[in-house]
């Protein structure tokens, strides 16, 4: 599975800014999909997840805020996360990851790092 991202962007506080993730070479039936952020001196923390069926997770700091979607192309598929009302608080790098197979999400397995098998390079989200 090859991942994507583009959406690299500086925003002032109260902002809005959309990530995107365009996954491809994959032959699995079902697929998870997910938003990761990490901030300097922070470890890798979940922000939001999607699974096969279009369920949505979100971590409480961005409930609201956030959205998470996709749209299943041909031998492509698209995730978008975006972000509104951004604060510093949001300033990350903004990793994608895919987590196939996958039909859906339990417990708290939409924000574990060591489920998702599949990771982005990474995109950088500054507020200020």
């Known amino acids: 599975v090859q991942l994507v991202e583009s959406g690299v962007g500086s925003v002032q506080a109260g902002g809005s800014l959309r990530l995107s993730c365009a996954a491809s070479g994959y032959t699995y039936d079902s697929i998870c999909m997910g938003w990761f952020r990490q901030a300097p001196g922070k470890e890798r923390e979940g922000v939001a997840s999607?699974?096969?069926?279009?369920?949505?997770?979100?971590d409480d700091s961005v409930k609201g805020r956030f959205t998470i979607s996709k749209d299943d192309a041909k031998n492509t598929l698209y995730l978008y996360l975006q972000m509104n009302s951004l604060n510093p608080e949001d300033t990350a790098m903004y990793y994608c990851a895919a987590d196939p197979p996958c039909l859906a999400m339990s417990g708290g397995s939409w924000r574990s790092i060591g489920d998702f098998g599949y990771w982005g390079q990474g995109t950088q989200v500054t507020v200020s």
């Open positions: 999607i699974d096969s069926d279009g369920v949505t997770y979100y």
